[in-house]
């Protein structure tokens, strides 16, 4: 058998491979809970290393015919893996429906399997840290958990935290063996009299545990190649078999000494964090820098050309998409369209301030473009050093690509992470983490936050205290709003509410990052973070304190703004109606107040440089970082505000009666997080960039989302991309923090919904993720329909 | 010009009327720029893709999709203007009673009666643009007036531009170059850039689809040109009317004389301004079948071969 494989169509089969439906994969699932059932009674952190070394013995393994990075993170081509420790009960209600749910649909799983799942996790019972959570809120927290706090703890979202780049540069240095002796050094200086030595000397065990088992589980590899390579028939494929199985004896054990091993080396290392605690967002951090040496030294050794890295580049971004995040279908309403999210950071500058850019950051640019799936999340700094060149290519890319890359401003970042105290060299050293979160690799830890539900907050306050969907009384009582005589009084209700909710919010997560603490940890993640082995602590458990950022995700924000501006302008400055009035319109859902809600309407709205509008966003922002403020995490880290959605802006809509805004029941709140309300930016994109950029960005912490959509035409020609860039350029450099785009017209995506069958690889940014659109709920098309697209006029 | 009978609203001169205000425009000009359209225009092509530019007072503005018939209008307007469409079960209007009061504006609750153009005065309009500095320094973009022609509220035109630029904002002017007093010439004059509109060399087809006669257009043109001025050309593609197979080469050659001209905009015919004859009561006329690309695309060609710098669209 003759067969004859380009780079191009091995590629294209391998792309083609991820383009199918996810299946679900329960052996992470069945073996960690059967790890568990034989270890009762050992310390948590062995306990969690025994299971991790007991799944990397037994997961199926496989290798493609076509691949040169090999490894699989599941048992499945594209696999979902479950994480019965933090919640089992869902899966077992819906495995069977995990494939005919209305969207992010998976394929069925056979009988063996459900019969596995069945057999096993009622272990879990009483024992999953969402369990445990339920049974230690105090019933005042439970009200507001999923309601307010609408996605409150990693708990309820049902996966481990997932925010966290390790230092992949010390890996490709040192190999789990050099990192297994410095954990080995750390444990013999310790006292074992003392007990906090004690915790640490159970701690480095575990690392070593599974340091030992990532090594094992690339060696089955390595085996399994060598078996092909025997049985292989085409000379070409067994001579790529052979340096597969020699890779992988050499890698992740030892230091990589190629561009190839390097990528393998941190493929392998990636696939164990994965199973060991995988929640959205896991990173890759700057690819481009700490792969360059040996881009470099291969380059000019002959070893590689450009074309063969950039395959192999190529080949590994397809790799990460073979995880889809699998979520109960209360969840996947928040974070629809499987966002796995590989966060790869590239250009910016060097820890010494200088231009980072190189060439691989161009050659990865170019792997993506011909790869082009939605799990490799590709963010582009926008640092003055960067060139035009480099930024041109970006654009370039992402007009073929219709949006994908997200970029962010270097200026931003850098001050932000400064004014927490960081070193410089850490600061310019950052990358993005989830889907928006500024992070140190190596240095700090940023857990992802839960939602906030605020204009609910804001009904509360002009309800004194009353869900107008439920008729609950679900914060205090902050008067009749009737009553109200004056702006300040609304924003006082307001502010009260806030009060009421930020420490509840706070008790919720520190009750959550408690039980992460004992029961999610992480001792493989954490060999990768300097301060964890020298102070002998999981990452999970404050390893990293106190570089800590605990996000607290606030939704609809600018609904909020929009609200708060129009009771001014309508109530208070034109007098059209007072306050009961206005109340019992909110009440009635505007029914026969057309000319109210046609006022309500036209009073200033967020995303137009109106300055009336855009102050008070600011205002509601520096309350919820004030209120914040005023409270710690658990590992003594300051709360920190972001501004996000995901896909939450739908449910959470049906959850908040009318709204000032002019905006009726149960309707959508503006997408994204920062990005104005859905159709209501109307002057011009430069009006919208103004209208974020203005905000206090050193406020919002965890960073916030902004999308913007454009019709194609803007890319028409040379001239307009350098004024697109131009434009990107201004935006991040006067305090804007991120950006990024659907670059698609409204007629492309209603082809989409026609002719589905054509358009299965079309990707769009839904909250700060690709998701193929395809894939996504009606609804969901509808929103992103809705979005006002910019064009040249 | 018929138009100035009905001119009852424009008696503050302090104050400009203008119908659109776009932030981020790529197009107009050098840069990323901030286009403020003007009301009123002495010229009434055929093609007008800004109608609701061409009258220099405000006008009524229905968006018949938007009306759920509540009849209020009807009671308050003064000339008996609105009725009940019963078909449609929607009103209209009747255009030649209505003397745009705006009275009906005032109650109409769904916003489908509004107006086109509001008032500013200078420093309000400035400060507006001037909010995109940033973006104008950094892509050597500024403010782009048009309209309607910004020339035809000469007054309220020549400050707003002069503000600007004792701010450093560059000004480009995109105008018919129908100047006839001293007032108009000189905002063209003194404006950093000029975006000249050229229809036609022929003044007997320049007046059939403009209505005034191209002469002065072409002297103001010659003698900005010969001033130095920075010039781009925009040429409106429209088949049959403005390029055709017979006129393309004079019109190059035409062109190609002129020392200060910068680059040639060819903007191809398009139907995207027809929504807004609706919302004015007004038919738009032209249609064609012509194929426009290819058209565009071989009106390039020609003016390059003369060295014309060419561009498609604006």
Redesign the interface.
């Known amino acids: 058998m003759v067969n004859v494989k380009t780079k191009e169509n091995r590629i294209s089969r391998l792309r083609e491979k991820m383009l199918h439906i996810p299946d679900i994969c329960i052996q992470r699932a069945y073996w960690w809970t059967k790890s568990y059932m034989e270890t009762e009674g050992e310390p948590e952190v062995i306990r969690r290393a025994k299971a991790l070394a007991k799944i990397l013995e037994n997961l199926p393994i496989y290798i493609d015919d076509d691949e040169l990075i090999v490894g699989r993170s599941t048992g499945k081509e594209r696999g979902g893996m479950l994480f019965p420790e933090i919640q089992w009960e869902y899966i077992l209600k819906e495995i069977e429906l995990f494939s005919s749910r209305d969207w992010d649909r998976c394929g069925s799983i056979s009988d063996e399997e459900k019969k596995m799942v069945e057999d096993t996790l009622p272990y879990w019972k009483g024992k999953c840290t969402w369990d445990r959570f339920n049974a230690s809120m105090p019933p005042e927290i439970r009200r507001i958990h999923g309601g307010v706090f609408f996605l409150g703890t990693s708990s309820m979202s049902g996966v481990h935290y997932g925010h966290e780049t390790i230092d992949y540069s010390r890996l490709l240095k040192k190999g789990l063996s050099g990192i297994k002796k410095e954990a080995q050094e750390k444990l013999e200086s310790l006292d074992l009299t003392k007990p906090e030595d004690f915790k640490k000397y159970q701690f480095l065990q575990a690392v070593i545990i599974t340091l030992d088992a990532a090594a094992a589980f690339a060696k089955r590899y390595a085996d399994l190649a060598s078996h092909l390579a025997a049985q292989a028939i085409n000379m070409h494929r067994k001579k790529e078999l052979d340096a597969i199985a020699s890779i992988c004896r050499r890698v992740p054990l030892n230091p990589a000494g190629s561009f190839h091993e390097a990528l393998q080396s941190i493929w392998f290392t990636h696939i164990v964090i994965r199973n060991e605690g995988w929640g959205p967002g896991l990173g890759f951090g700057r690819l481009d820098q700490y792969l360059y040496p040996f881009y470099q030294k291969d380059l000019s050794d002959g070893i590689i050309t450009r074309d063969t890295a950039r395959e192999l580049a190529s080949l590994f971004l397809i790799k990460v998409n073979d995880l889809a995040f699998i979520s109960s279908t209360v969840n996947i309403e928040t974070l629809a369209g499987f966002p796995t999210m590989v966060s790869i950071t590239l250009g910016g500058v060097t820890p010494g301030g200088k231009d980072a850019v190189n060439e691989l950051s161009y050659l990865l640019l170019e792997a993506d473009e011909q790869v082009a799936l939605n799990v490799e999340e590709i963010t582009i700094r926008v640092n003055s050093s960067n060139s035009d060149a480099f930024l041109m290519k970006a654009l370039e890319v992402l007009k073929k690509l219709r949006g994908k890359f997200k970029f962010v401003s270097d200026n931003t970042i850098i001050s932000l992470l400064l004014n927490e105290g960081r070193p410089v060299e850490h600061a310019r050293d950052y990358v993005l983490v989830g889907c928006f979160t500024p992070a140190v690799p190596s240095y700090s830890l940023d857990v992802t936050g839960g939602m906030v539900n605020a204009p609910m907050i804001l009904e509360l306050a002009l309800n004194n205290g009353v869900s107008r969907i439920t008729g609950e009384q679900v914060g205090p009582a902050t008067g009749d709003p009737g009553k109200f005589k004056s702006y300040d009084d609304v924003w006082n209700a307001f502010k009260r509410q806030v009060e009421f909710f930020v420490p509840r919010m706070v008790t919720a997560r520190n009750i959550d990052t408690q039980l992460y603490a004992e029961f999610a940890l992480c001792p493989f993640m954490s060999a990768f973070f300097k301060p964890c082995i020298s102070n002998g602590k999981d990452l999970i458990a404050g390893g990293t304190a106190p570089n800590i950022r605990e996000c607290f995700g606030f939704s609809g924000v600018p609904n909020v703004g929009d609200s708060l501006a129009a009771v001014k302008k309508v109530v208070f400055d034109d007098k059209l109606i007072d306050m009961a009035g206005l109340v019992k319109a909110l009440d009635d859902n505007f029914k026969e107040k057309d000319r109210l809600l046609q006022a309500l309407s036209k009073a200033p709205k967020f995303g137009n440089d109106i300055d009336y509008i855009d102050t008070i966003v600011n205002d509601i922002i520096a309350l919820f970082e004030a209120e914040l403020g005023k409270y710690k995490g658990l590992f003594g880290s300051k709360p920190a505000v972001a501004i996000s959605t995901g896909t939450g802006h739908l449910l959470m809509g049906t959850q908040v009666g009318a709204t000032p805004e002019g905006r009726k029941a149960g309707e959508p709140f503006a997408e994204g997080g920062i990005s104005p309300h859905q159709g209501r930016n109307t002057s011009g994109p430069t009006a919208t960039l103004r209208s974020v950029s203005k905000l206090d960005h050193l406020k919002i912490r965890g960073g916030s989302v902004l999308n913007m959509k454009f019709n194609p035409d803007v890319f028409a020609d040379e001239k307009k991309k350098v004024k697109f860039l131009s434009m990107l350029r201004t935006y991040c450099e006067s305090g804007g923090y991120h950006v990024q785009f659907n670059i698609i017209s409204g007629e492309t995506l209603r082809d989409a919904q026609k002719h589905p069958e054509n358009y299965k690889d079309l990707l769009v940014r839904v909250a700060t993720y690709s998701a193929y659109f395809v894939e996504l709920s009606p609804r969901m098309q509808e929103d992103i329909i809705a979005r006002t697209e910019f064009q040249e006029v | 010009m018929a138009i100035t009978e009905k001119n009852k609203h424009n008696t503050d001169n302090e104050k400009g009327l203008v119908f659109h205000?776009?932030?981020?425009?790529?197009?107009d000009g050098y840069?990323?720029r901030?286009?403020v359209f003007l009301k009123g225009c002495p010229l009434r092509c055929a093609w007008c893709c800004n109608p609701e530019g061409q009258a220099s007072y405000p006008e009524l503005k229905y968006t018949i999709k938007d009306c759920?018939n509540?009849g209020r209008c009807i009671d308050v307007c003064p000339k008996n203007a609105i009725k009940v469409n019963p078909l449609l079960e929607k009103v209209q209007i009747d255009r030649k009673l209505c003397d745009n009061c705006g009275a009906c504006i005032g109650v109409?609750?769904?916003?489908s009666l509004q107006y086109f153009g509001t008032y500013y005065t200078v420093d309000e309009l400035f400060d507006i643009i001037k909010?995109?500095e940033?973006?104008y320094?950094?892509?050597?973009?500024g403010v782009t007036i048009g309209g309607g022609e910004p020339t035809f509220q000469p007054d309220f035109t020549y400050a707003f531009m002069k503000k600007c630029q004792e701010n450093y904002i560059h000004v480009a002017v995109d105008t018919c170059g129908y100047a006839t007093t001293e007032e108009q010439f000189r905002i063209l004059a003194e404006a950093n850039l000029l975006l000249y509109d050229l229809k036609s060399l022929d003044p007997n087809a320049h007046t059939k689809n403009t209505g005034v006669s191209n002469e002065i257009i072409l002297s103001n043109l010659k003698m900005l040109n010969g001033m130095g001025k920075s010039i781009i050309i925009r040429i409106p593609v429209i088949p049959r009317l403005t390029v055709t197979n017979e006129n393309m080469e004079i019109i190059a050659a035409f062109l190609s004389r002129l020392k200060s001209l910068e680059r040639v905009d060819l903007l191809a015919y398009h139907t995207y301004g027809t929504i807004k004859y609706e919302q004015l009561g007004r038919k738009y006329k032209l249609s064609t079948q012509a194929n426009i690309q290819e058209l565009t695309e071989k009106t390039k060609r020609i003016f390059e071969r003369y060295g014309l710098n060419v561009?498609l669209?604006g």
Request: with cysteine; charged share 10%; proline share 0%.
């Open positions: 205000i776009i932030h981020g425009s790529f197009v840069g990323i901030t286009t759920n509540c109409c609750y769904t916003g909010k995109d940033q973006y320094r950094s892509s050597g973009g561009q669209g």
